[in-house]
């Protein structure tokens, strides 16, 4: 998911919201399901997991439109948050292979991978969407979006977040 073309059509297609929706759905399911031996079969757990994932799509979505079209616009910018949330949204799709995550020993390899791809996919969307010419600035976009959603996301599951002892 790193061709260019694909954000470039979901941008333009306000009704791919639902499946970028979907991609995200079963991106968080698949990285509360590679977890689960972490989690001792606790689906409070994987369940919290699905849903801070979910979440955290959605802010860093908004934080990504923010710092991108009102703090560190191009002239070419020319984005609106539908469009973020819908190539975002696409940008999720290799963490569907962190239900891999079940496989003994694997776990932490195949979650470290998939963020690095999903990162990676994270910066084509960006740069597409917010008609950027140089990557470095998506990649700036992403990084500081990412640090606040991952900020949030572990604020939730520190006060929050079922034990998993």
Known sequence: MLQPAAYEDVEADPSSLWQSALTVLLSSLAAGIGIVRFAHGNWTAIGFVVTVAFMAWMLWSLVTYQIGARILPTPQTDV????????????????????????????????????IWMLAAMVVAVRQALDYQSTTRAFAVCALGWILALSFAIGLGIFFGPQLS
């Open 80 to 115: 609106t948050f539908g469009q973020l949330l819908r190539t975002i949204g696409l940008a999720s799709a290799p963490g569907v292979f962190r239900v891999a995550g079940l496989i003994p020993r694997y776990t932490t390899a195949v979650f470290a991978v998939t963020s």
